[in-house]
């Protein structure tokens, strides 16, 4: 895998916190697929820029565990395809279909945190995306290296997971060769630090210098 870069400032509801860790809040998100055996694309979704928390962000579907969804895998994955329902109205059908393929945990020194289950989802067979106009705005498919190279010219913003996330995924050839990879895989929690040098902010990765 590709080394991973170094970010220099947190973005859009990323704030630094200089006190006490808040307690992060169970979430879940769908990285949607399609490309097959040939190609691989990845479906983001823009935020309302109205929105208190990384307003017009492009992110993976997704959002926090709602309490009647319980706790543990089967809340993640119950979560992760409620969330894909509700902002790409994707309907999936198993949830034990789902392909874990990371957890990230917001850095203790940013004030909204989150523990975040990433899962994997090929597009079913005749469904296609669509927002909803108020939580989602816009929507794309986007090939990683594509939406990594739209960030770097400002067309479209991203925060550092989904970065991250894309810098993996543009690894892979295919959808299926990603599958493949991912299939069995264990998944390991991240989380970031955040370390102050000067006036710049930077997030580090486990294994990197200075973490």
């Known amino acids: 895998m590709r080394a991973p870069q170094r970010s220099e400032r947190p973005g859009p509801g990323e704030e630094y916190n200089g006190g006490e860790p808040v307690e992060p809040r169970q979430a879940a998100s769908v990285i949607l697929l399609r490309g097959g055996g040939g190609a691989l694309e990845v479906l983001l979704v823009r935020r309302t820029p109205q929105a208190r928390f990384m307003g017009g962000v492009w992110v993976f579907p997704g959002g926090a565990v709602d309490a009647h969804e319980g706790d543990g895998d089967e809340a993640h994955r119950t979560a992760a395809l409620r969330e894909l329902s509700e902002e790409a109205a994707i309907e999936l059908d198993d949830p034990a279909a789902l392909v874990k393929f990371s957890r990230w945990i917001t850095p203790a020194e940013v004030k909204i945190r989150f523990d975040t289950h990433f899962f994997l989802a090929p597009l079913p067979a005749g469904q296609e995306p669509r927002i909803d106009g108020e939580e989602c705005v816009d929507l794309g498919w986007f090939t990683p290296r594509a939406a990594l190279e739209a960030h770097v010219a400002e067309q479209i913003a991203l925060v550092f997971p989904t970065i991250k996330h894309l810098e993996q995924?543009?690894?892979?050839?295919?959808?299926?060769?990603?599958?493949?990879?991912?299939?069995?895989?264990?998944?390991?929690?991240?989380?970031?630090?955040?370390?102050?040098?000067?006036?710049?902010?930077?997030?580090?990765?486990?294994?990197?210098?200075?973490?």
Do not use: T
Not at 180 to 203: D, H, Q, T
């Open 169 to 211: 995924l543009s690894d892979f050839a295919s959808v299926d060769a990603l599958l493949r990879y991912s299939n069995g895989r264990e998944v390991l929690p991240v989380e970031p630090k955040v370390v102050l040098e000067g006036e710049v902010a930077r997030i580090l990765l486990p294994g990197e210098p200075g973490y």
